[in-house]
């Protein structure tokens, strides 16, 4: 980390303190810290449109269209965080990316409309839940007060602690390879994503400067070129992918008027509340894993606002919702590298990536095991970012009450929805998410159990 802040670049704002979010280090080490954050949510950010398509069982040259959308979204909602538009835009090292949250409005969606007509009910929603979110972002930072560490380390503790079952499962072959193929969890995906790890712990704690700064790079890197005389890289997505090609907004335009549309829409406002919470909890890991303090009631409004935004561009251009990408607040957490900057680079990277699909397949062929293990160790730093959010909270009675009550209903539901599975498809989505009634706990307890409850 030293060697990054004494070489920094006089062309930047001038910091030479990595954990200042204006920090610009040498543009040598730069872009592969920026690259580094694409890879990190690159799979994921390329799952969601993958997962959609298969549900309305679309053609090949339609699903190429939604991944190709997805880099290019996710690098303008991106450039939103890091270098804003007025208000809006935490100016952060917040990397954007395709939301698993929406998935179960989505996926029953395209299941019931079927084939190209599902997507333009799904933009519409998309576009509508955007404007939502954004607008939710424009009244949040003024409830700042009962947002305390208390609360947002138990958010940002329950993200981490949601995902990790994701990474394992990627480990494993990927998180819906246990579904789909016979292989899920043989020793070849397991051998792989354990190499990751041990090349990540070993670039991070045995180097100096930018190796150990872009350690989780070095791991995907390690990981994907012993892959490839595994055979566990498909060549076949590199041949088959285009050279250039030019994105076409609102090529499916959009339907408000159809039987589901307002079912979907109704949707993905309920979970633009859900996503706006977890930009909350992602928004506080980075301050306090990257900068070591709380973030400001501005950077909350900003980033929840560029969120919301970049979910409603997304739709315009064909892109499934946008949100702040969990992955990279670990793998802040775990550089100790706070610059905005680097992720502007990463973002640049993905709208290149979206003109030259070619340059997208190269990532995209990674074996999901690959991913998995860097996936394993991020989203534990997620968790351990709450933590240290939370040791700066006094563990009292009142407070573990807290703690244990939001955490064992939050995560108890996700892992088990089937106990609120009668209810009403809305409430069960918003109660299996894990985050939301973790946070609905949080904020609920905090704010009507005595502050001394010792002492009732």
């Known amino acids: 980390m030293s060697e990054i802040s004494s070489n920094a670049s006089a062309a930047g704002s001038g910091s030479t303190n990595v954990r200042d979010p204006n920090h610009m280090p040498p543009i040598g080490q730069a872009i592969p810290l920026g690259i580094q954050h694409v890879l990190a949510m690159f799979a994921g950010n390329i799952t969601v449109p993958l997962i959609i398509a298969n549900a309305a069982g679309l053609a090949g040259a339609d699903t190429v269209f939604l991944i190709q959308m997805s880099m290019l979204v996710a ?174 907004p609102l090529k499916y335009g959009f339907d408000f008027t159809s039987d589901l549309a307002m079912t979907a829409i109704i949707g993905m406002c309920l979970m633009a509340i859900v996503s706006a919470i977890e930009t909350v909890g992602d928004i506080s890991g980075i301050t306090k894993g990257g900068a070591g303090r709380e973030p400001t009631a501005k950077e909350i409004s900003g980033g929840t606002m560029a969120d919301g935004l970049g979910t409603a561009l997304g739709a315009v251009f064909g892109s499934m919702p946008n949100t702040s990408y969990s992955q990279n607040v670990g793998l802040i957490s775990f550089t100790g590298v706070m610059s905005r900057h680097v992720v502007t680079i990463g973002a640049v990277f993905l709208i290149l990536a979206a003109f030259f699909p070619k340059i997208g397949a190269i990532v995209a062929a990674m074996p999901n095991a690959v991913l998995g293990g860097a996936a394993v160790v991020m989203f534990g730093m997620i968790a351990g970012a709450g933590l240290k959010l939370l040791s700066d909270v006094d563990m009292d009675r009142r407070n573990m009450v807290i703690i244990a009550l939001s955490l064992g209903v939050g995560l108890g539901l996700k892992a088990e929805p089937g106990v609120v599975a009668a209810l009403p498809g809305w409430a069960t989505m918003l109660l299996t998410s894990g985050l939301f009634p973790a946070a609905f706990l949080a904020i609920f307890l905090n704010l009507i159990l005595p502050k001394h409850i010792d002492e009732v």
Not at 174 to 184: H, L, Q, R, S
Not at 216 to 236: K, S, T
Request: glycine residues 14%; charged residues 10%; positive net charge.
């Open 75 to 248: 690098g303008l909602a991106t450039l939103l965080q890091t270098i804003g538009i007025g208000p809006i835009g935490a100016r952060l090292p917040i990397m954007q990316g395709t939301s698993f949250a929406f998935l179960p409005v989505l996926i029953p969606v395209a299941k019931a409309a079927g084939g190209l007509a599902a997507l333009p009910i799904i933009f519409a929603a998309t576009f509508v839940g955007g404007i939502f979110h954004f607008l939710i972002g424009t009244v949040i930072g003024r409830f700042r007060g009962i947002l305390p560490p208390l609360v947002t380390g138990l958010v940002v503790m329950t993200i981490g602690l949601a995902l990790i079952p994701v990474g394992v499962e990627y480990m494993g072959g990927g998180k819906f390879a246990k579904f789909v193929t016979k292989d899920f969890g043989a020793w070849y995906h397991l051998f792989l994503g354990c190499l990751v790890i041990v090349s990540i712990l070993a670039a991070k704690f045995l180097t100096k400067g930018i190796a150990s700064a872009s350690a989780i790079l070095i791991g995907l890197v390690i990981g994907y070129l012993v892959a490839i005389p595994m055979g566990m890289v498909n060549a076949e997505k590199i041949t088959n992918a285009a050279w250039f090609s030019i994105p076409e």
